[in-house]
């Protein structure tokens, strides 16, 4: 395997793929944090994200455990627009 590119797995649909195809979200004092940064994160692929809302907003409230308590559609409106 090639150390230059990593591999990581999107939360949603367990795809491992590239590292620079994935889109990396935190959780950062119940803020919802989107690029590099530390701490934890997860990553979603672009498939997932165009998923339907309850689907999506069912992913992301197991990996915040829900810490967000926003609605299904404010929720895939920011994660699509990288509102974070």
């Known amino acids: 395997m090639n150390k230059n590119n990593p591999v990581r797995t999107c939360v949603a649909c367990r795809v491992?793929?590239?590292?620079?195809?994935?889109?990396r979200y935190r959780l950062v004092s119940k803020n919802l944090e989107f690029g590099k940064g530390n701490g934890r994160s997860f990553y979603l692929c672009n498939g997932c994200l165009q998923k339907d809302d309850k689907i999506l907003k069912k992913i992301i409230d197991k990996q915040t455990k829900g810490a967000l308590g926003l609605d299904a559609p404010k929720l895939k409106e920011i994660l699509l627009n990288e509102q974070c």
Do not use: E, G, P
Request: net charge positive; no cysteine; aromatic share 0%.
């Open 16 to 23: 491992k793929i590239s590292q620079n195809l994935l889109k």
